[in-house]
Antibody, heavy 120, light 110 residues
Framework: QVQLQESGPGLVKPSQTLSLTCTVS??????????WSWIRQPAGKGLEWIGR???????NYNPSLESRVTISVDTSKNQFSLKLTSVTAADTAVYYC????????????WGQGTLVTVSS | QSALTQPASVSGSPGQSITISCTGT?????????VSWYQQHPGKAPKLMIY???NRPSGVSNRFSGSKSGNTASLTVSGLQAEDEADYYC??????????FGGGTKLTVL
């Protein structure tokens, strides 16, 4: 079965760029019509969808974050990545990667999540 | 995009049923049958419980059911059990080709 694993720095300085990678195992990132999303959750708060990428490389983003977000895919490594620029303390959260099965706009497989703290 | 509206908390006794509402607009919940529900225990990743308004993934108890009327979707948990105590989130596809989540509901089993 497909498994997802987030990786990247746990601490980012304000105004810098947050970069995370999600490695997909147990299946190909290019299979079917799946899309791959990033979702975040500040401590004690709700979930926020950041955006998704298709295996073709096209992407959709949350309109509220679109100006700062880039999601990319590397099919040769079975990975997809998130870059969030100009971060502030408000970007401190647990970041999850997730699979949107057949682009049905629901998430059947999630990574365990990784905490990213924005602080100097 | 605005988060979908959920009650902050609901509670019920073991064996009882509870319903969690999720209110959006005609641009999200009311416009598409892409409403899903997630269960999240503390420190864990969310788990898909309902998709496409009322469908259960394999392995999810049939005590969980979903429905929708207009701009409001609902999750019902019947025969409450202690293990059902968790946070629950709804989500929906939107007319902006994006996904929006609800603010979350804490379910307490008394």
């Amino acid at each position: 079965q497909v498994q997802l694993q987030e990786s990247g720095p746990g601490l980012v300085k304000p105004s810098q760029t947050l970069s995370l990678t999600c490695t997909v195992s147990g299946g190909s990132i290019s299979s079917g019509s799946n899309t791959w999303s990033w979702i975040r959750q500040p401590a004690g708060k709700g979930l926020e969808w950041i955006g998704r990428i298709y295996s073709s490389g096209s992407a959709n983003y949350n309109p509220s974050l679109e100006s700062r977000v880039t999601i990319s895919v590397d099919t040769s490594k079975n990975q997809f990545s998130l870059k969030l620029t100009s971060v502030t303390a408000a970007d401190t959260a647990v970041y999850y990667c997730a699979r949107d099965w057949a682009t049905r706009n629901w998430f059947d497989t999630w990574g365990q999540g990784t905490l990213v703290t924005v602080s100097s | 995009q605005s988060a979908l509206t959920q009650p902050a908390s609901v509670s019920g006794s073991p064996g009882q049923s509870i319903t969690i509402s999720c209110t959006g607009t005609s641009s999200d919940v009311g416009g598409y049958n892409y409403v899903s529900w997630y269960q999240q225990h503390p420190g864990k990743a969310p788990k898909l419980m309902i998709y496409d308004v009322s469908n259960r993934p394999s392995g999810v108890s049939n005590r969980f059911s979903g429905s929708k009327s207009g701009n409001t979707a609902s999750l019902t948990v019947s025969g409450l059990q202690a293990e059902d105590e968790a946070d629950y989130y709804c989500s929906s596809y939107t007319s902006s080709n994006s996904v929006v989540f609800g603010g979350g509901t804490k379910l307490t089993v008394l």
